[in-house]
């Protein structure tokens, strides 16, 4: 069960960092202190989540490049397969 004062995550606004001070007390540095962390918690958040859509790219690229890789392979090989038979 999610309490009232959870903190959001991914594009925390600095508005709505600023209503979380009010709910848990913070004030001058500390508040400070406190959307700075919760900032960079997000960006670190929004790093991740590039570098993981990045390598699923990549990944779907050299899937894609091993089908069709194997898709001529086995073209070739049933070229060859014809051949062979032709000159029986």
């Given at each position: 069960?999610?309490?009232a004062t959870s903190i959001p995550t991914l594009a925390t606004s600095v508005q709505v960092l600023k209503e979380l001070?009010?709910?848990m007390s913070l004030t001058g540095i500390e508040l400070r202190d406190f959307?700075?962390?919760q900032q960079a918690v997000e960006?670190?958040?929004r790093i991740k989540q590039r570098e993981y859509e990045t390598k699923q790219r990549e990944y779907e690229m050299k899937q894609h490049e091993y089908e069709k890789e194997n898709a001529?392979?086995?073209a070739e090989e049933q070229d060859k397969q014809r051949s062979f038979e032709q000159e029986k």
């Open positions: 069960m999610a309490s001070r009010e709910q959307i700075k962390e960006r670190e958040e001529k392979l086995a």
